[in-house]
């Protein structure tokens, strides 16, 4: 009576461990999904920004013509080209900055404001979004959650290469 009751205590806490360990892995994931949805939309909102700037005249046609194009292609890419197309976007913000003319208009200087905001808070999207995947491959490393497939079928997730470019 004893054994058996030592049994199904034994199982209860193994089944209660699982479950603890897939709901964690799915309150994981989601980090992950959030976090990437919050770094998709500001690199979205940094190409719109691009946009304006190439409107005014704050630049001269050649780099006009290479930020339209770099904040185009940011904004269109499907997600195996994202990498390099945000790496060429952060390039051509980059000229842009460094070659830039020294007077600039209100708009424009408050387009640049804008832009150096929304930079500090894409870094800080990208640790937050790095720190979300790494925890969530680390979880999915565990025995547990490989041997009894807790995961199911979600995809595991992944870092992109312009996430460590300095923007």
């Known amino acids: 009576m004893k054994t058996a009751l030592l049994v ?12 603890f360990l897939a709901t964690r892995l799915d309150r994981l994931h989601h980090r992950v ?12 909102r940094r190409a719109a920004i691009a946009l304006e700037i190439t409107r005014s005249d ?5 780099s006009t013509l290479l ?6 292609q940011a904004r269109e890419a499907s997600v195996q080209d994202r990498s390099a ?28 404001d804008e832009l150096a905001a929304l930079t500090t808070k894409i870094k800080i999207a990208i640790a937050i979004h790095t720190d979300s995947v790494s925890s969530t491959q680390l979880v999915r490393k565990k025995l547990a959650i490989r041997l009894f497939r807790l995961a199911g ?5 992944v870092t992109y290469e312009f996430e460590s470019d300095a923007l």
């Open 67 to 72: 930020l339209t194009s770099a904040a185009y």
């Open 85 to 112: 197309s945000e790496s060429a976007l952060s390039a051509a913000l980059a000229l842009l900055i460094v070659d830039g003319p020294i007077h600039a208009t209100a708009s424009e200087s408050a387009l640049l």
């Open 153 to 157: 079928t979600a995809p595991l997730p």
């Open 8 to 19: 199904i205590l034994i199982i209860l806490i193994c089944l209660w461990y699982l479950s």
């Open 58 to 62: 704050f630049s001269d046609p050649a």
């Open 33 to 44: 999904e959030t976090s990437w949805a919050n770094l998709d939309g500001l690199l979205q």
